[in-house]
């Protein structure tokens, strides 16, 4: 029991900051229609640019107040620059695009930082509390509350605020969206924004735990996608159930499996649930017009 | 005359088959034709996936799984079970099997499924190390032919090119042909493809096999030519370069395929003396390109050039 209760920490532990991933991944795909690649670099700045920021002198809110702007501005640059122009261009050339972007930008924070791993320390005490026999980290309650707390604003800014209603419109159809007076222009960019800073928070949260370097963004964008097609792209419920479901499956598949092949395990699971729910565990079927 | 000519999916191959005959005698160095044997390799196996996702419009982002099985199979193939490399050409039915189930997916369901798929060959590359030398790969036996040993860059580059040449013939055949227009039919919209009595299923399958063969091939060849095999090869980021390298040179044009492959070989041979900033020149080409030309290089300059039937 001890070891069961150890295995589903750790894994919602991770399975929060896959769903972080894969929310940034279903709020633009609900907005714009791309498939964002780049949406693992976020997480790698968040951490990356924390950890400089608080090396350099600046306090540690501070220097995550940073890595969160500098994320929210280079996903508005990944709008304006790269995604923008492009627009009309096919689903495959706009994917990858996201992926020469997150190329870039693993390029550009290896240079302007560097490569090696970094980490930070605990925001609240590195004593593990004991649980049923299991060790619980105060900085994975952390990271689980900072999940949670970004899913319930998201929530509030969808279906309470206007703004948040003109995502969803825009999501729902953009042309309608457009002839009732929504910019749907400023929606994209604001749902870029908006997924940088979710991917940056959850860099911030999880570098105590995972280490961060330059090169962590990729992985992290795998399974964040993996997560979101699990759940039914497109919707944000299932990008969380989805993201939970990756985290636990690999943990509890490392413990009682073969840690070297916990991915494994997920990714059957995630290809078993496709073959019975073609569309993920959320999502609707799609009717396709001629 | 000209603009039939060009026109036809013959007039690729047969200048294809030029510029491998003669690109030897313009190469200064032994170093350069290597390159040219590894740029015929890679465009090999992304001709194959253009049949699947230029002509079929499946995105695989698991390719390099094939290609891996591929280069495994001339490695474990003859050092285990004293199997000559010939297996490699098993990966027709490996996809075969696969293909079937995967294949019902559409659009990014696709996509994460052969991407699973893809993730799950590389893993057992990585892991099964009594039989695949684990993370630090294991060396390839040297192939003999009628006693003629085959290595070194020039065997390889007239084997590679000529696979790639006969290849690309194929490839056109496959386009002219009704499967060709059936799997345009099914890129278009399947269910209208459906409708007009196309067994979407089946031609979907059978493009999906033959880019798995092309990649198998390929990614055999890689593993002779290197004399070594890692996991590496059917990683993640392989096939993620696949794809871009179709979709750079142009989706739907066996030529672009080669133009990719060539350009995405040659650019990191290129960019080395940016050092550093290697990685964010290789980013920013991708995105300029497909910013500007997002159809693609070939096609785009095609049309530039009035050649492209409207």
């Not at chain 1, 540690?60 to 492009?86: D, M, N």
């Not at chain 2, 099997?97 to 997916?105: C, K, N, S």
């Not at chain 2, 893993?123 to 630090?136: I, K, R």
Request: with cysteine; proline share 5%.
């Amino acid at each position: 029991m001890p070891e069961f209760l150890q295995f589903a920490f750790s894994g919602l532990t991770v399975g929060a900051i896959y769903a972080l991933v894969a929310l940034g991944f279903t709020l633009i795909y609900n907005a714009s229609g791309v498939i964002n690649f780049a949406q693992g670099e976020f997480v790698m700045l968040g951490g990356m640019v924390t950890v400089f920021a608080h090396a350099a002198g600046l306090p540690l809110p501070l220097a995550a107040l940073t890595a969160l702007v500098t994320a929210v501005v280079i996903g508005l640059a990944l709008y304006r620059l790269a995604i923008e122009p492009a627009r009309g261009a096919s689903p495959v050339t706009l994917i990858i695009i996201t992926i020469g972007a997150s190329i870039l930008l693993r390029g550009a924070t290896s240079i302007v930082f560097d490569k090696n791993f970094h980490s930070l320390p605990p925001y609240a005490g590195r004593d593990p509390w004991i649980v049923g026999g299991a060790a619980l980290l105060p900085q994975s309650l952390i990271v689980l509350g900072g999940a949670a707390g970004i899913v319930a604003a998201l929530w509030y800014f969808l279906t309470r605020t206007l703004t948040g209603k003109a995502v969803l419109a825009t999501a729902a159809n953009r042309l309608a969206a457009r002839l009732v007076g929504i910019n749907t222009n400023a929606v994209v960019g604001l749902s870029f924004a908006v997924s940088a800073a979710i991917g940056a928070i959850g860099g911030i949260l999880m570098t105590p735990i995972t280490f961060t370097s330059y090169d962590s963004g990729t992985l992290l964008a795998l399974k964040g996608f993996a997560a979101a097609m699990l759940g039914g792209m497109g919707n944000p419920l299932g990008a969380v159930v989805g993201g939970l479901m990756v985290g636990l499956l690999e943990a509890f598949s490392a413990g009682y499996i073969s840690s070297s092949y916990k991915d494994a395990v997920a990714f059957l699971v995630i290809l078993g649930v496709l073959f019975l729910m073609p569309q993920g565990l959320f999502g609707r079927s799609g009717v396709e017009r001629v | 005359m000209m603009r039939r000519f060009v026109q036809s999916p013959y007039a690729v191959v047969l200048v294809l088959a030029i510029v491998v005959a003669i690109l030897p005698l313009l190469l200064p160095s032994l170093f350069y034709l290597r390159v040219a044997a590894l740029i015929c390799i890679f465009a090999l196996a992304v001709v194959g996936l253009n049949l699947l996702i230029g002509f079929a419009g499946q995105v695989s982002l698991g390719h390099a799984g094939f290609f891996g099985i591929g280069a495994y199979a001339v490695a474990v193939g003859p050092t285990h079970l004293g199997i000559p490399p010939w297996l490699a050409l098993i990966v027709g039915a490996i996809a075969f099997l696969v293909g079937r189930p995967i294949l019902r997916l559409r659009g990014h369901y696709l996509a994460v499924a052969t991407l699973g798929m893809g993730l799950l060959f590389a893993m057992v590359f990585a892991n099964e190390s009594a039989w695949t030398g684990g993370p630090d790969g294991m060396p390839v036996p040297r192939l003999e032919l009628f006693g003629w040993r085959m290595a070194g860059p020039w065997t390889w580059y007239w084997i590679a090119g000529v696979t790639l040449v006969i290849g690309a013939w194929i490839a056109a055949n496959v386009i002219a042909s009704p499967t060709g227009r059936a799997l345009r039919a099914i890129h278009d919209s399947e269910t209208a493809a459906q409708v007009l009595g196309i067994d979407v299923a089946r031609y979907k399958l059978i493009a999906f096999v033959l880019s798995a063969v092309y990649a198998a091939v390929a990614g055999a060849y890689l593993a002779m030519f290197d004399g070594l095999v890692t996991p590496e090869v059917a990683g993640f980021l392989r096939s993620i370069e696949f794809v871009t390298m179709a979709v750079l040179g142009g989706l739907g044009s066996t030529l672009g395929g080669i133009v990719g492959a060539a350009l995405l070989v040659l650019l990191p041979q290129l960019l080395t003396v940016f050092h550093d900033y290697e990685h964010i020149a290789l980013g920013l080409v991708m995105i300029v390109v497909m910013i500007f030309v997002p159809a693609g290089i070939v096609p785009s300059l095609a049309s530039l050039l009035g050649w492209r039937r409207s």
